[in-house]
């Protein structure tokens, strides 16, 4: 496996073909879920991916830019998006339920998944894996979507964030999230919302990311026509 490559770039990639609207052919969303595939080595330490050195040196970061800062912590956002990339490409087929079934045995394991944890890096592995949920046929799903948007809503700051929770990333999987209770979250945060759009002081991709996140959440709960972000992959 060549160590050049950079899963954080693939991953970021992928987020950003589908955010955008792009559209990948069949053929090519077979070449991505076949090499990505190829990543899962079985590995005992985390979710059981293998993670290219580089990604270790380069450092990770969130769609949204928020940085990643532990070895858990790339490891496991890494992996996860890797996981929804699967889905998301094809659909659930034949050939991932191995990988399948070993990671989600392993999520039922980690303190993210079983106590709903949302302190340190833990939070950023609790919120994708949240994303993953929203692919993936796990039987409670609906269940722990409540319990993680409950759990949002007990860490409201009173201003329109969340403690422990990155604000941008956060308003992110929100906004994929189909549930009554996640539209209540945003209208909690449009305050916030309003007054984070001047001030977007980060550089690019993750400054038109931020503000394509503000946008829609803002014209989304004003009731203005807009389109839901389409699914290109």
Not at 20 to 36: D, H, P, V
Request: proline share 4%; glycine share 6%; hydrophobic share 40%.
């Amino acid at each position: 496996m060549k160590e050049e490559v950079s899963l954080i770039k693939i991953v970021d990639r992928l987020n950003e073909i589908e955010q955008q609207g792009e559209l990948l052919t069949l053929a090519q969303k077979e070449e991505a879920k076949i090499f990505l595939a190829t990543f899962f080595i079985d590995n005992p330490i985390y979710l059981g991916f293998h993670i290219p050195t580089l990604d270790f040196s380069l450092g990770g970061q969130l769609y949204t830019g928020e940085r990643l800062h532990t070895r858990m912590g790339i490891h496991t956002v890494l992996s996860l998006e890797i996981c929804r990339a699967l889905l998301s490409l094809l659909g659930y087929q034949s050939d991932l339920e191995h990988i399948m079934n070993v990671v989600d045995s392993r999520l039922a394991n980690k303190c993210y998944v079983r106590d709903y944890c949302v302190m340190g890096e833990c939070v950023y592995a609790a919120l994708t894996f949240w994303r993953y949920l929203l692919v993936s046929d796990w039987s409670d799903r609906e269940q722990r979507l409540k319990n993680y948007l409950r759990i949002l809503r007990e860490n409201r700051d009173g201003y329109g964030g969340w403690k422990h929770f990155p604000f941008y990333y956060t308003l992110f999987v929100l906004q994929e999230t189909q549930l009554p209770e996640a539209r209540g979250e945003l209208a909690y945060a449009l305050p916030a919302r309003h007054s984070h759009l001047p001030n977007l002081v980060i550089g690019e991709p993750f400054r038109s990311r931020r503000k394509m996140v503000l946008d829609y959440c803002i014209s989304n709960l004003h009731n203005e026509p807009t389109p839901t972000l389409p699914l290109g992959i």
